[in-house]
């Protein structure tokens, strides 16, 4: 358990419609990675976020967008939701301490089917 | 833009035996990280081992080295002893030195025959 809670486990959902992803970083980590792992693309980096402010940006479509609150847990908001769309989302957190490496710790990962 | 590359989609190896995964990838920078993650059929993401560019020496945990060749941008990991739980995908991943993207590889499936 590497302490990075996400959820649901599975969501299942129909093309059009819009969902949101939670992920609850570990105790004390202030940085939030949002990845994408689909069989076409394979794992990509989309979205990152530092003490509620986004840091960095990957191949992030114009539909999601994501956010991170004051209490640092993160939502992924997935919009007009495409079959292509169907994939395993995974959230890591990391303390993000300036100059040290910072190791990800993943969460299980949301599956998101859409039909 | 760095990439990475994993030639093998898919490899076996007799328990108790050692595996090498290849890994290479393309980048520009100096100052960068490389790693191994395994995914086993819980999908959970594991980091197995870490490498940093600057340091000369391979990095090694438990049963799980690699042979980082900087100058030919090569990243293998050797599973030595392999066990039935090695049995997972395994990612070979990139990240600068400058913020924290992780860039993944298309990764290996690893079987292991009993």
């Known amino acids: 358990d590497s302490g990075v809670t996400q959820t649901p486990k599975h969501l299942i959902t129909a093309t059009g419609q819009r969902v949101t992803l939670r992920c609850s970083p570990r105790s004390g980590d202030l940085s939030v990675y949002w990845y994408q792992q689909s069989l076409d693309q394979g794992l990509q980096f989309l979205i990152q976020y530092y003490n509620g402010e986004e840091r960095a940006k990957g191949n992030i479509l114009e539909r999601f967008s994501a956010q991170q609150f004051p209490d640092l847990h993160s939502e992924l908001n997935l919009s007009s939701l495409e079959l292509g769309d169907s994939a395993l989302y995974f959230c890591a957190s990391s303390v993000k301490t300036t100059g040290h490496y910072n190791e990800q710790f993943f969460g299980p990962g949301t599956r998101l089917t859409v039909l | 833009a760095q990439t990475v590359t994993q030639s093998q989609p898919e490899m076996s190896v007799q328990e108790a035996e050692t595996v090498t995964l290849s890994c290479t990838y393309d980048?520009?920078?100096?100052?960068?990280?490389l790693f191994w993650y395994k995914q086993p059929p819980s999908r959970q993401m594991i980091l197995v081992i870490r490498?940093?560019?600057?340091?000369?020496q391979n990095a090694t945990e438990n049963r799980f080295s690699v042979n980082f060749q900087k100058a030919a941008k090569s990243f293998s990991l050797k599973i030595s002893d392999s066990q039935l739980g090695d049995a997972a995908m395994y990612f070979c991943a990139y990240r600068t030195g400058r913020d924290d993207k992780i860039i993944f590889g298309k990764g290996t499936r690893l079987h292991i025959l009993p």
């Open positions: 490498q940093e560019a600057y340091k000369q």
């Open positions: 980048t520009s920078e100096s100052d960068y990280y």
